[in-house]
């Protein structure tokens, strides 16, 4: 233990109070033991470079290049992904593929280059190695978006895990953007970013890292192209990033940087180019298609402690109801648990929790229930008994198992990583399940500490099966969040297969995607916190992960009424929209607030609800083509440099533009507008852009700007389906997709294509079918006409 983790012991003993402050301190010497008896002692290292080239062996897409003291592998897939492996990396395992790795491409062959160098010629993108080990990524038309010079390793000389280094260049105009979940963002400006899955410390904002969901993707945005890089290794890493800097007049361009660190792993990559819809449209090819949450998800969701117990849930619901305010589900925090011990229920408060579970579902209300990993080390706790009778729970490497403190005290840990502790865990729901929940929300699972925030809860030296393969938790702390989610969702495909799962996850790693979402807890309640609530959505839905969303009103001191409403207003327009009331500081009700933030809190939940058939639209758009529900502003326009330093606002599909409010005492605000028309959609008014206007954001409501010919479905006032066309240009078409979810379950839903257009003096709208042109099978609403146009 050195002078930090004695400082970090002591402030636990004072903030958690002393038993428990006394007993983290504790699990942190033991951690630290056994890190030093279960790690190898890192002695002398040795460098390596690759060495010069001394042979090229064609093969199925690409071929294998031999250095002097390495091998690179290069591979072009059919859905156009490039990957690229050192040392005999191969992209499988991985925890972050779908399935199989995709085939070659026939068409990518290896060939000769210039100076010595090879060449894989696709037919979307070109890579170049040179003589020495670097490599180029080019697009068709030659022009090198990325140039990674030859890597360097660092072995231990007695053996073990190497640590290396990928430097890498890009094009002076370039912007960097991903990483996972960042509060600083969603533009990654230059610094230092790391990979290690962590929960905050204290409520964070602008400047805290890393969070509880990182990831080695980069979205790389430039004149010359998009491209997408993933270093396919779970190890902890940083990043670091440099801006390039074009040169003014006839000076000279400096080219961004970036240079990624690993401390062990397989030095292997995969890299995309195209636009930024075709990029992330491989990527989920790759990594699996969004899961499509259940059409419920996407309304107004609260969070509370169960503290209240069964009459506390009621009275939440009531004081929504009495207030005109819609809610769609509950959130029950871990208190509901008996004695905090999973699967169980406190029955002096809640002693008939199914029967509010079905009484709250007939008012359209779901339950949510919320699943920490932690398992309480008390022995006659069903789950705890029946842990240790599976051999479920993570040991060290001498055989005994990990103990932490989670939040029910002292706690052992199931392993993720081992299918038949996935499969133990999964059927753990069943309960849950026969309780009457709908949906599950994963906290505390990077893991981390409950005392001591932020700090790890098992050691690095723990043994994790890693699908057999077998080690420690330096390679599984990352993807622990990913596989528990893996778990749940696999379970309730099983319990109950007529139903879309809902899973929502603090921590995770690329592909979590594929079972859910992500929330971001304890984001700061003040100003700048609102504003990382934007980038950790936008950073998140670039990594492939498009569900996500904030709690609206934060963590911390309370928020003042005004800026209640300007986060309620924001999260009204992210995919998960989550109020959260409870906790140290209070609740944080619409109703505490005053009259007036109320009454705009009405609007705002009608706003929403208003919504939904556009928002459940965006989700299986998602899931069929990877794009996000919550789109950077260059979406569209990539090669607008404007656009690409644009941090304050964000498209919702391709047909809305939102312009949050982020400062206190905002009253106008300019809104930077990509190429076209945009109406603002409470006045009406048209704006041409490229270029910044100014709009009115007044309490009451945030800008939003409609997209001139979209075609948007929307809750009509009657409560069924209706089209908000907005009018196209004179002289060009518009419109839009319409998804019909049937529910909640599995059915495959009916795909609606819509026109519109400009004939004569009127604008038509048709649907489009297989079999022809049909008239609109909804009510049709046209906005944004001027006098004397009539409309269809």
């Known amino acids: 233990m050195d002078g930090r983790d004695l400082v970090r012991s002591m402030k636990a003993v004072g903030s958690a ?126 022009v090198v978006l990325r140039r990674d010079l030859a890597p360097r390793w660092w072995e231990q000389q007695e053996g073990g895990a190497a640590r290396w280094v990928q430097r890498s260049e890009v094009t002076a105009d370039a912007r960097f953007f991903g990483l996972g979940g960042r509060a600083s963002g969603p533009r990654l400006r230059d610094g230092t970013y790391r990979l290690w899955n962590t929960g905050p410390r204290r409520a964070f904002g602008p400047g805290s890292d890393p969070l509880s969901l990182t990831m080695p993707v980069q979205l790389v945005v430039a004149d010359a192209g998009t491209h997408l890089v993933f270093h396919d290794t779970s190890w902890d890493g940083t990043v670091v990033l440099r801006e390039g800097e074009v040169g003014a007049g006839s000076g000279h361009d400096r080219p961004g940087a970036c240079e990624v660190r690993m401390d062990g792993g397989p030095l292997r990559c995969w890299v995309m180019v195209g636009t930024p819809a075709r990029v992330l449209l491989a990527w989920a090819s790759l990594t699996g298609a969004p899961a499509v949450p259940p059409a419920w998800a996407f309304g107004h969701q609260h969070a509370g402690r169960g503290s209240g117990g069964e009459q506390g849930v009621r009275r939440i619901v009531a004081d929504h109801q009495e207030r005109g305010l819609p809610l769609d589900a509950v959130h029950l925090d871990v208190d509901h648990h008996a004695g905090r011990q999973l699967f169980t229920v406190d029955r002096n ?80 729901h069943a309960e849950r399940i026969e309780q009457g929940f709908a949906g599950f929300w994963h906290d505390r699972n990077e893991p981390t500490s409950f005392a001591a925030f932020g700090e790890p809860t098992l050691p690095r030296s723990a043994r994790h099966s890693l699908e057999g393969r077998g080690g420690d938790h330096r390679e599984a702390h990352n993807v622990y969040g990913l596989c528990m989610a893996r778990a749940a969702y696999e379970g309730l495909r099983r319990l109950d297969p007529e139903q879309r799962p809902f899973v929502v996850s603090r921590s995770g790693w690329a592909g979590l995607q594929r079972y859910g979402g992500a929330w971001g807890t304890d984001v700061g309640a003040g100003w700048p916190g609102l504003r990382a609530s934007l980038s950790l959505v936008i950073g998140l839905g670039l990594c492939g992960v498009p569900y996500s969303g904030p709690d609206v009103g934060g963590c911390g001191a309370g928020p003042s009424p005004e800026l209640y409403l300007r986060r309620l207003q924001l999260g009204a327009y992210l995919p998960l929209f989550r109020t959260h009331a409870g906790g140290p500081a209070g609740p944080r009700e619409p109703w505490e607030f005053g009259a007036e933030v109320l009454e705009h809190a009405r609007g705002v939940l009608a706003e929403r609800r208003r919504l939904l058939p556009y928002f459940v639209t965006l989700a299986h758009v998602a899931s069929r083509t990877g794009a996000p529900y919550v789109r950077p502003p260059w979406w569209g326009s990539p090669r607008d440099r404007a656009l690409r330093d644009c941090e304050d606002a964000f498209l919702l599909g391709d047909c809305l533009l939102v312009a949050p409010v982020l400062e206190p005492g905002v009253r106008r605000r300019a809104v930077r507008l990509p190429r076209g028309r945009w109406y603002d959609t409470a006045t009406g008014r048209a704006y041409e852009g490229p270029g910044r206007v100014l709009v009115d954001a007044p309490p009451s409501r945030v800008p939003v700007l409609a997209r001139a010919g979209a075609v948007l479905p929307v809750r009509g006032d009657d409560g069924g389906l209706e089209l908000e066309v907005w009018a196209p240009v004179r002289g060009r078409t518009g419109g839009g997709l319409v998804v019909r979810d049937a529910g909640d379950g599995w059915q495959e839903p009916e795909i609606e294509r819509y026109v519109a257009r400009w004939e004569g003096l009127r604008i038509v709208v048709e649907r489009q079918g297989e079999d022809g042109v049909h008239a609109p099978s909804h009510p049709v609403r046209v906005r944004g006409l001027g006098e004397g146009w009539r409309q269809m």
């Open 17 to 142: 109070g002393t038993a428990q402050g006394l007993r983290t301190v504790r699990a942190s010497w033991r951690r630290r033991r056994a890190d030093a008896k279960g790690l190898p002692a890192r002695g002398p290292e040795r460098a390596r470079a690759p060495g010069p080239m001394q042979e090229a062996r064609p093969g199925p897409g690409g071929g294998t290049l031999r250095f002097g003291r390495s091998e690179l592998t290069i591979r072009v897939a059919v859905n156009g992904a490039v990957f690229w492996g050192w040392d005999g990396a191969e992209p499988e395992p991985s925890y972050a593929l779908a399935g199989p790795c995709p085939e070659p491409d026939p068409r990518a062959v290896l060939e000769p280059d210039k100076d010595g160098g090879w060449r894989v010629v696709a037919e979307r993108v070109t890579v170049v190695v040179s003589r020495h080990g670097a490599v180029e990524v080019c697009t068709p038309g030659g």
């Open 349 to 428: 408060r809640f002693p008939k929790l199914s029967v509010l579970a079905e009484e709250l579902r007939r008012d359209g209300i779901r339950l949510v229930s919320a699943v920490d990993p932690a398992v309480r080390a008390v022995p006659g706790h069903a789950v705890y008994d029946g842990g240790l009778a599976e051999d479920v729970f993570v040991r060290d490497a001498s055989g005994r198992l990990v103990k932490g403190m989670g939040r029910p005290g002292e706690s052992v840990f199931p392993d993720f990583t081992h299918a038949r502790v996935r499969q133990w865990w999964g059927g753990l």
